[in-house]
């Protein structure tokens, strides 16, 4: 079992950044390969990063490549999405997930969700 909690959501102009993060409880945490998903408004959650237990290996959506880096800190049980160069488009709720599949884009791989955190983007 493990327990995910995202922050760092909020408004932002076009062109700006933020930082999301999401904290995982229990002593687990480096046996899940963790995901990032976003679901705009009136749309599906749709996969948009990941990255392997070890930190090693990365893999992104198309439509965020260049912009937005996937990262995690085992030693605090913590990955991290850092969006750069925001667009309108990329307003949605993000949710972290954790997963033991290697089906990494697919969202019905992951087992465990957090409660999601807004991100708007302001033109």
């Known amino acids: 079992q493990v327990q995910l909690v995202e922050s760092g959501g909020g408004l932002v102009q076009a062109g700006g950044s933020l930082r999301l993060a999401c904290g995982a409880s229990g002593q687990t945490f480096r046996s899940y390969a963790m995901g990032w998903f976003r679901q705009p408004p009136g749309k599906g959650r749709e996969f948009v990063s990941a990255i392997s237990r070890s930190g090693g290996y990365t893999y992104y959506t198309n439509a965020v490549k260049g912009r937005f880096t996937i990262s995690r800190d085992n030693a605090k049980n913590t990955v991290y999405l850092q969006m750069n160069g925001l667009k309108p488009e990329d307003t949605a709720v993000y949710y972290c997930?954790?997963?033991?599949?290697?089906?990494?884009?697919?969202?019905?791989?992951?087992?465990?969700w957090g409660q999601g955190t807004q991100v708007t983007v302001s033109s």
């Open positions: 997930a954790a997963t033991t599949r290697l089906d990494w884009n697919v969202r019905n791989a992951y087992g465990f």
